[in-house]
């Protein structure tokens, strides 16, 4: 959205200061949030579909999956 709609003036891409790889373009910045999006979004999905099915293996699947990608996105976001 931020590379299609071209409204960078408020995020400090080109690496200025501390920040996160990815704000080192608009393209690499949207890349990285869609994926982190469609990650997010299927983690839900199964997390829904297991508490619908009532399905106790595969609710803690679910919440294993949901914190494993907690903290990936908490280590991607420490590198520069």
């Known amino acids: 959205m931020i590379s299609v709609l071209e409204k960078t003036a408020g995020y400090p891409f080109g690496g200025e200061g501390p920040t996160p790889y990815y704000y ?4 690499l910045y949207s890349t990285v949030n869609l994926i982190w999006e469609i990650l997010c979004s299927a983690a839900l ?11 106790v293996t595969g609710l803690i699947t679910a919440l294993g999956i949901t914190v494993l990608l907690a903290v990936t996105l908490v280590a991607q976001g420490i590198i520069e």
């Open 24 to 27: 080192k373009t608009p393209d």
């Open 45 to 55: 999905t199964f997390g829904i579909a297991t508490i619908v099915k009532k399905n």
